[in-house]
């Protein structure tokens, strides 16, 4: 439930989102409760750059950075 509010704060700019993550196409974090090591509170791991939704849980940064791909079992 808190990630489909989380979503719901811009569903136009809304792109992806999992179990503790959500992704938009512009800046919400005006609307979320923000903070890097509050629990419970969403935080900034990303900000400006491109990536390729592929499917669930599988991403990539479009740069190609190896170190930015992400793949969840």
Request: net charge positive.
């Amino acid at each position: 439930m808190v990630v489909r509010r989380a979503a719901l704060v811009n569903p136009g700019a809304w792109l992806y989102a999992d179990t503790d993550c959500v992704v938009f196409s512009q800046d919400v974090t005006s609307k979320l409760d923000i903070h890097p090591s509050r629990y419970g509170a969403w935080k900034i791991e990303e900000s400006g750059a491109q990536y390729q939704i592929i499917a669930k849980k599988v991403y990539a940064q479009i740069d190609g950075d190896e170190s930015k791909r992400k793949r969840s079992s």
